[in-house]
């Protein structure tokens, strides 16, 4: 279908030539209603002449088209509007077009100079816009084309005043083009080339004539119909060509420490990185921009790497010979993976981590017809390395490592509901932190495995890369789950088992087919006298001994699980894990029994009192629960996004009748971004209080956050300036 303009009415300034001439004959053409407007002034804004407006209307009325003229300056905008009303009753469009040229030098560019440029273009474009903007608001509809201009945009000689005023258009349409969108005004910035008499002082002829003002009539036209949504666009075109602009910008860097005075040395010393466009983001709003500068004042405050850029986490310096380059890495998303069990599967990890029917209370976990059949709680590894195993890893951009030189270095796993018995899961890993640790590189990656929309668990596998270190990294992460050591006293309890010869033979057909645990060539290779254990078998040995002994060997008791693999197992050997209890941590420490070498250091598990609910979230009659499974929901689809600009984790803590009723977690720091029920093992940035009711209130919109915040109902612990993002979840995530 053509873009018809029957029954619009537009004005055109400056119509008695060049583009705007233009303009008013191709809407005129389409069946617009067009006030003609020239001043019928010279290129300087000298003189007054009614003839170039009424050749135009003579033109159009001659094809047929509705046209009245109008000789009013630009600077007297309600007498066009009004012309428009008085003739044609309304305004639907207004093309800001009119203009003069004064180019001088800048030292000689006089007060007059610069004035009438601005009366002119910057000052007439708001005078008429202003005019026609409540009759647009009232019938919910119109278009706005302010013209700038390249000389604005990127500068050029002899015109400061000229592009001083062109892009004060450009800040004057982007603000419109907010105040309009709620009543359908659209305003755009068009950058035009085209031959005319103001371009033919400095063109050649040939170029002036080929440059016509009919390719540049078409996309004003377009831009005006009711079906363009463009709104805050600005254009370059000419020729037939057109392109749009947008801003970018650098991830920047922080330039001060904590408590330390700001100085200029630092602003020098890290000019380079101030100014690298490496990674750069397009931000498109104010909202978007204050959002980094909030960001930095929580790293600076939290003494964060001073390098770290406020949008991109806590990346580091620039790129390394290693191949290694944290500003690409971190951050990066693994394709996700899918991984389909049964029972057979989680029966098969069973074994392979030293269950056996010789232990009676070992049968839920080996027969799929018993009772209380249940998976063990550490098979949540499994599904989660399938995306590594894939390969992902080595497609990272800026992990350009060698994976010969690769080894497992710590766990971490956390289950937010007890593992299924059968199921498919997908798994989404991400680059969380890329450190350098001077001997190699230790690359964190995170993954949160979901069922449907439930996240069920999320694993950080620590992996650390020979040789790849001396990139000029940081060398801590906040991302890191910590290690924790155990009391000084003796073991509150010792279990040891028996691994057999075949164990890695068996633990391998759970998912890790690495030849290291099973080809003795390969073993020698990487210097071991024959294949070792998987330390992830070990790990299934030591998790299982602490829910035997602390928890009855309740799955659903099982909270989390921290390792440090420190020496390789071999099969046939026997570990003995050591377990101190501490609150509902389980402090422990594996080691050979044959050689007393520890393997597993710094560990511990993380147990839940009570038994917890297998499915969906195990907190009841709340109101705000349903807000929570909605964020979590949206968190799952905006994760990313959201995880970059918020960089936060938010403990909740509802309560009811003045008792503590809920305890939720939005994580917008870790991987994709989670929401979690329960507390949290980490520790959140902020924490909020408040009442299931008040928490309503806030999230219907009845009871601002600030408010609520001041009169005691929301009470807020933690970094406080993080508060300020609240608002983002709550008005964007929250929405029922
Ligand atoms: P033009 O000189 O052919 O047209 C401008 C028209 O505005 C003239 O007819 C003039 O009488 C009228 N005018 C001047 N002051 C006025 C006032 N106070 N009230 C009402 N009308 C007034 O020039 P052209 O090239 O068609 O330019 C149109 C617009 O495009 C201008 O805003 C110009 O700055 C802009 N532009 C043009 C470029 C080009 O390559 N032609 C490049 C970049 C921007």
């Known amino acids: 279908m053509s873009l018809s303009f029957e029954g619009r009415v537009v004005l055109v300034t400056g119509a008695g030539g060049g583009l705007g001439k233009e303009y008013a004959l191709a809407f005129a053409e389409r069946g617009a209603s067009v006030v003609v407007n020239d001043l019928g002034a010279d290129t300087k804004g000298g003189g007054k002449s009614s003839a170039a407006a009424d050749k135009v209307v003579e033109k159009i009325r001659a094809e047929g088209g509705k046209a009245v003229a109008n000789y009013d300056s630009v600077e007297d905008g309600e007498k066009l509007i009004q012309a428009a009303l008085d003739t044609f009753g309304r305004i639907d469009v207004v093309v800001n077009n009119a203009g003069i040229?004064?180019?001088?030098?800048?030292?000689?560019?006089?007060?007059?100079?610069?004035?009438?440029?601005?009366?002119?273009?910057?000052?007439?474009?708001?005078?008429?816009?202003?005019?026609a903007w409540n009759h647009m608001k009232k019938q919910k509809f119109g278009r706005i084309i302010m013209t700038a201009s390249a000389a604005g945009i990127y500068g050029n000689f002899g015109q400061a005043n000229y592009s001083a005023a062109k892009l004060g258009l450009l800040g004057l349409s982007n603000t419109?083009?907010?105040?309009?969108?709620?009543?359908?005004?659209?305003?755009?910035?068009?950058?035009?080339?085209?031959?005319?008499?103001?371009?033919?002082?400095?063109?050649?002829?040939?170029?002036?004539?080929?440059?016509?003002?009919?390719?540049?009539?078409?996309?004003?036209?377009?831009?005006?119909?009711?079906?363009?949504?463009?709104?805050?666009?600005?254009?370059?075109?000419?020729?037939?060509w057109i392109g749009k602009l947008r801003w970018e910008r650098t991830q920047g860097c922080i330039t001060r420490h904590k408590n330390q005075p700001m100085t200029p040395e630092a602003v020098r010393d890290q000019w380079d990185k101030v100014c690298d466009f490496t990674d750069s983001t397009k931000p498109t709003s104010v909202q978007e921009s204050l959002q980094s500068i909030m960001t930095v004042l929580s790293k600076v405050e939290s003494g964060q790497d001073v390098r770290a850029s406020p949008t991109a986490g806590p990346a580091t310096v620039a790129s390394s010979s290693s191949g290694i380059d944290p500003m690409v890495a971190v951050g990066q998303k693994l394709p996700p993976s899918t991984f389909s069990f049964s029972h057979t599967q989680c029966i098969l990890y069973a074994l392979g981590v030293g269950m056996s029917t010789k232990d009676p209370d070992h049968l839920r976990f080996l027969y799929e017809g018993h009772p209380d059949f249940s998976c063990l709680p550490t098979f949540g590894v499994i599904p989660s390395q399938a995306a590594m195993m894939d390969g992902g890893l080595s497609a990272v951009p800026g992990l350009n490592i060698d994976f010969t030189q690769v080894l497992h270095g710590e766990q971490y796993l956390e289950l937010y509901k007890t593992f299924p018995t059968s199921g498919s899961l997908t798994s989404q890993a991400s680059i969380a932190d890329v450190l350098d640790k001077g001997s190699g590189a230790l690359i964190l990656l995170d993954v949160n495995t979901y069922s449907g929309d439930e996240l069920i668990c999320f694993n950080q596998f620590s992996v650390f890369v020979v040789g790849a270190g001396g990139f000029g990294g940081k060398r801590t992460s906040e991302k890191a789950k910590a290690l924790v050591l155990p009391p000084q006293r003796a073991p509150d309890a010792v279990l040891v088992d028996s691994t057999t010869r075949d164990q890695a033979a068996l633990y391998r057909l759970s998912g890790d087919w690495n030849p290291l645990h099973i080809d003795p060539g390969f073993a020698a290779m990487g210097g071991f006298k024959a294949p070792i254990l998987h330390g992830l078998c070990s790990f299934g040995f030591a998790a299982r001994h602490v829910l035997k002994h602390f928890a009855g060997n309740d799955p659903s008791r099982f909270k989390a699980i921290k390792v440090r693999f420190v020496k390789p197992v071999m099969p046939g050997q026997s570990l003995q894990t050591e377990m101190w209890k501490e609150g509902s941590r389980v402090h422990i420490q594996c080691k050979v029994k044959e050689t007393g070498d520890v393997v597993l250091s710094g560990a511990y598990v993380d147990l839940h009192e009570t038994a917890q609910a297998s499915a969906g979230v195990p907190q009841g009659g709340l109101q705000s629960e349903l807000v929570f499974a909605e964020i979590g929901r949206r968190i799952q689809e905006t994760g990313d996004d959201l995880v970059k600009k918020v960089n936060a984790v938010f403990g909740w803590e509802i309560t009811k009748d003045g008792k503590n009723a809920a305890q939720w977690v939005i994580d917008l720091k870790n991987g994709s971004g989670a929401l979690h029920p329960g507390p949290y093992a980490g520790k959140a940035d902020v924490t909020f209080t408040v009442s299931d009711e008040d928490f309503m209130d806030v999230v219907l919109g009845k009871v601002n956050p600030q408010k609520a915040f001041f009169s005691g109902k929301l009470k807020i612990r933690g970094n406080v300036m993080l508060s300020q993002k609240l608002e983002i979840i709550l008005k964007d995530h929250a929405k029922l």
């Not at 007060?111 to 005078?127: A, C, K, N, P």
């Not at 009543?183 to 050649?204: D, F």
């Open 101 to 131: 040229l004064r180019d001088r030098s800048f030292a000689r560019t006089s007060d007059l100079d610069w004035d009438l440029i601005h009366r002119v273009h910057l000052r007439g474009s708001f005078l008429v816009t202003r005019a």
């Open 176 to 240: 419109l083009a907010i105040e309009g969108s709620k009543y359908n005004i659209h305003c755009n910035t068009i950058a035009p080339v085209a031959g005319s008499r103001l371009t033919e002082t400095v063109m050649p002829p040939d170029l002036v004539a080929a440059l016509k003002p009919e390719y540049v009539a078409p996309m004003v036209l377009w831009l005006c119909h009711e079906q363009c949504q463009e709104n805050g666009g600005l254009f370059e075109l000419g020729a037939g």
